[in-house]
């Protein structure tokens, strides 16, 4: 029962059956892939025998597997298996597919695999395609078989806020929410606040949902504060779809219909098998990469160095929202020795009153050597130091100076998205990072921060990091 209320708490057994769902993935994959294998190297050996492809092929076989469902798993194909439609899994699929083959065929060459040079073309270009197309096709037939039967579906009752909303959500009610189950909709758009809170209340105590998904013109519509407040004695988690949410989420491939959680309690926070697996890595992988950099470290210390005067490092006290504990960043100076006493002035000329996030493409500040390093994200590979101290993590949003908090011009609902930034540690790299960086708005940075505190995980976070290492070496969006 909820201790606040009464009612009854809702549970999740949607998102542990996602898992289940995305580990059978993973394993209904590698059987095909070895199925495919087989049938390859039985085409073009006539004398097959499963002997002797196991004891000749089997190193070939486990490394075609872990290359194939690995960058699978970095790509995104599997961290939302149960949720997202073939069409939308596709374009992963091919990118694991078509980056996986040429890595296959390269270390075939370099170690001279002639043995089954002669199949390893039918195989990887014509049998394993074919053979993914047809078993992923009926995977998710029984996928959409088992939604049909309401498994895994995660409970939700959509409320739509305003006008401006109501044809967005009700396609969107009538199309299914992709993984979810619309157990209620409700039209509170010319409803009065205080009948419209009845209507959904009385939903989430006949339905109990996981969640109730408002739909809005905007996060800065005058009734979201009320409505979020108003379903607060429950323990659930309230979302908010808005144009602007749904196009932010799309830039990363984030067809989330459901939106962003604006409220609730954080179900993956509090998983501490993750979160304690993530500090291990975290530290683990941040040591070696101190290592394998160390020599880049000394060359950018040292151009530093030469170019102006002041120290080599920046260091900088920064936060996840105005009410949470702020963190020692730690960067190269990429400015002028005075900058701090520059910006004032600087931002006076400089702003639109629109941004948050104070960066500028002209700023005078910056020196020659500090352009280059903020193209390519130089600057912050001394934050490895903070990850490996436990201050910050290698994924998760971005700190931000304390002075970014100051805008008067927040309003309720914006503020209160910012405060949930806070329920994750501060991260490296992050969606906002490979999202488009400088070039995203302060709001759609917070956007794709909130989606991810509520869906951080394994997958998600090897995603993240593999699809930061071309972002950074293009120096997109930055400067």
């Known amino acids: 029962m909820n201790s606040t209320s009464g009612r009854p708490a809702a549970t999740a057994p949607a998102k542990n059956w996602r898992s289940v769902f995305a580990a059978l993935t993973v394993l209904y994959d590698s059987s095909i892939i070895v199925l495919c294998i087989a049938v390859g190297y039985a085409v073009s050996f006539p004398a097959f025998s499963f002997q002797d492809f196991f004891f000749h092929q089997w190193k070939l076989m486990l490394y075609t597997v872990v290359v194939y469902i690995g960058l699978g798993a970095m790509l995104g194909v599997y961290r939302q298996a149960y949720a997202s439609p073939l069409r939308l899994q596709g374009a992963a699929v091919i990118r694991a597919y078509t980056l996986g083959t040429l890595l296959i065929f390269a270390t075939l060459f370099l170690f001279k695999n002639t043995y089954y040079s002669n199949g390893a073309l039918l195989t990887y270009v014509v049998i394993i395609p074919l053979g993914f197309l047809l078993s992923r096709s009926l995977f998710d037939a029984m996928r959409r078989m088992l939604q049909k039967g309401k498994w895994g579906l995660e409970p939700v009752v959509v409320v739509i806020v305003d006008d401006q909303a109501a044809e967005q959500l ?26 419209a809170m009845k209507k959904v209340r009385e939903a989430i105590d006949r339905h109990q949902p996981l969640c109730v998904v408002y739909g809005a013109s905007s996060p800065d519509s005058r009734r979201l504060s009320e409505f979020i407040d108003g379903v607060r004695e429950y323990n659930i988690i309230v979302r908010l779809v808005t144009p602007e949410v749904h196009d932010t989420l799309a830039r990363m491939r984030l067809y989330d219909y459901a939106g962003i959680a604006v409220s609730g309690p954080s179900r993956t926070a509090r998983n501490v098998l993750y979160r304690s697996g993530k500090r291990m890595f975290d530290a683990a992988l941040s040591a070696l990469l101190m290592l394998l950099t160390a020599p880049v470290l000394a060359v950018i210390a040292l151009a530093i160095r030469l170019e102006s005067r002041g120290g080599v490092f920046f260091r900088q006290m920064r936060s996840l929202s105005n009410g949470s504990d702020p963190v020692q960043v730690l960067k190269f100076r990429s400015m002028l020795a005075d900058a701090e006493e520059q910006h004032d002035a600087f931002v006076a000329e400089k702003k639109t009153g629109e941004e948050t996030v104070f960066k500028s493409p002209g700023d005078p500040r910056i020196t020659r050597v500090g352009s280059i390093i903020r193209k390519y994200s130089l600057d912050e590979l001394p934050q490895l130091f903070n990850v490996v101290a436990g201050d ?88």
């Open 392 to 479: 910050m993590s290698l994924v998760g949003p971005r700190p931000l100076p304390m002075a970014d908090f100051t805008n008067p011009t927040q309003d309720a609902t914006v503020a209160l998205l910012y405060e949930r930034r806070a329920l994750v540690k501060p991260g490296l790299t992050g969606l906002w990072q490979i999202s488009g960086r400088s070039r995203l708005n302060s709001r759609q940075m917070v956007f794709l921060d909130l989606y991810y505190a509520e869906h951080q995980s394994f997958l998600f976070d090897l995603e993240i990091l593999f699809e930061t290492i071309p972002v950074v070496i293009s120096g997109r969006g930055a400067y």
């Open 170 to 195: 009700r396609h969107i009610a009538v199309s299914a929410l992709t993984g979810f189950d619309v157990r209620a909709v409700i039209d509170a758009s010319h409803l009065d606040n205080e009948a």
